[in-house]
């Protein structure tokens, strides 16, 4: 038996039919690999990756946690695919788009692996569709490590554990919580008591929800969606940190609420305000290898500043305000989290709020992650790494990037309602960035010219 942890809770308890919590990681390989091939290796690989074998268990009265559900069923969860001609990024974002699309099947093992075959350029992918409970990003570049070839599988031997032998412990943890939750509250209010404090004393603060615009990616859940993919030079977002000292992080925060906004413009729908997004941020430390180990920042992507040099340093000061209120008490969050009846309560709460007020409580989910090293599946090279994360109710727009290689690969995903000309928000990021790196140049060559 593993507990799940708060934000593995979260992911779980927010899930709809129309509100998947699920991810996919997409490996594009270096050639075709044919279907026999990839079920061999399927059978030797993902049968003995521990989190691909945790089956959801429910207890009376009870959270879920996860057990051994044996080795999976390879007919069920690897799946082929061919893709509509001529094989090009279109046919590969709508078969995606799809995907995104309704829950997995609860009662096995959460995940599915996709072998999409005919990419142009003779190339086939491997999509693994994945519940977010599972793992956050750390977590997912963990699990390609772990099935990419050569890595070091022993056999796994399953630990057999009658459910009912699981009460006595689960019980227990649930008292625990109980006892717990006037030190949870205590905690919470005193987190509010700082925050206001905070905001007395003129320092820059958290970005606080309802003061994003409403935009058409705000709109209530919907099952059907659509994605869309950019690459990034991953040496350009290098660039720019170094040359401001910014994070990477930053520096992508700043690109995507500017490549948003002129997006929304071109639409005829200029954002009110500013927007803001949810970032998550990973703990200090991580008790498990799968798993979430997150928390969430709030920051302004002062979208509204025209100088992309100007909104990165103003991007900067939100961040900073943001990550010190966190780390206060990073727990806080996650912890919050391990009560699933009263996050959905918030959660409910603040969708009334959206509706009464007619403003989301953030705009966009803006995340980046490090991916592993280069590696291989299938004795084929991974040549491109590419992540969709998921949707958070009326926060209908995720930008998720990762670095693989030289570049780094940004996936878009919302409703499929809102849409309209996505394809060309990738452009604008490239636009975007390359302005930043312009204009950061140009910045630190006056302020050389100055001290000279």
Known sequence: MRPLDGPDLFHLAQERVDRPMHTLKVAVLDRRVACDEVD?????????????????????LSRPVWTDGGDPHVGYHVCHVELAEPGGEAQLSDLLSDLCSGPLDR??????????????????????????????????????EALADGADREPHVPLRVPTRALAPSVVARGVRDIVRFPSQVRRFTAYLRHARQVERSGEPVVAKAFLGPRTRFNVAPEPDRQCA???LELSKLQSVRRATGASLNEVFLTVCGGAVRRHLAALGEPPDAGLTATVPAALPERPHTYGNAVTTLYVALHSD????AARLDAVRRSFAASRRSADRDVRLLPDWQ???RLNRGIVSVMELAERRGGRPAYNLIVSSVRGPRPFALTGARVVELRS???LAGR???????WSYGDDFMVGIHTYRSAGEHLDRLGPLLLAELDELEARVTVVATDDVSSAT
């Open 40 to 60: 061999r290796w399927a059978e030797q690989a993902l049968t003995q990756v521990e989190p691909l074998r945790r089956r959801l268990a429910r207890l009376p």
């Open 107 to 144: 009662s096995r093992p959460l995940w599915r692996l996709w072998h999409v075959q005919g990419l142009t350029g003779g190339r086939d992918a491997l999509v693994l569709q994945v519940h977010h409970a599972v793992g956050d990003g750390a977590a997912s570049v963990a699990l390609w």
């Open 388 to 390: 969709i994360g998921p």
């Open 305 to 308: 500043i025209d100088d992309p």
């Open 395 to 401: 926060i209908g727009l995720n930008i998720t990037g």
């Open 338 to 340: 391990r009560y699933p």
């Open 229 to 231: 993919f950019v690459a």
